[in-house]
């Protein structure tokens, strides 16, 4: 069964960073692309970042470019979101998801979810 665990997450100031994490249980990473979305209250979810098996590429919405940064440790079976200069629309739940080899920005086509985590930005 695939499990992904997040953690990470919670108040900051505008300005300031967070790192999340999304650890995957019950299966290895290698063969996963992993999307991170995020839902504000009153908005549809949004897809925020990717990255394929492999690593090798990864893409991230136009309004957190050069601001977020999405990793991976395949040996930790472990997907991070760094979080730098910090706005208040940033403020969401924030969720990993993992589908099979390529990136997509339909979250209906990741096969399993974080059970997500909140992040507000504010002064």
């Known amino acids: 069964q695939l499990q992904l665990v997040q953690s990470g997450g919670g108040l900051v100031q505008p300005g300031g960073s967070l790192k999340l994490s999304c650890a995957a249980s019950g299966f290895t990473l290698d063969d996963y692309a992993i999307g991170w979305f995020r839902q504000a209250p009153g908005k549809e979810r949004e897809g925020v970042s990717c990255?394929?098996?492999?690593?090798?590429?990864?893409n991230y919405v136009d309004s957190v470019k050069g601001r977020f940064t999405i990793s991976r440790d395949n040996a930790k079976n472990t997907v991070y979101l760094q979080m730098n200069s910090l706005k208040p629309e940033d403020a969401a739940i924030y969720y990993c998801a993992a589908r099979q080899k390529l990136c997509s920005n339909h979250a209906y086509r990741f096969d399993a979810w974080g059970q997500g985590t909140q992040v507000t930005v504010s002064s």
């Open positions: 990255t394929s098996s492999s690593g090798g590429w990864s």
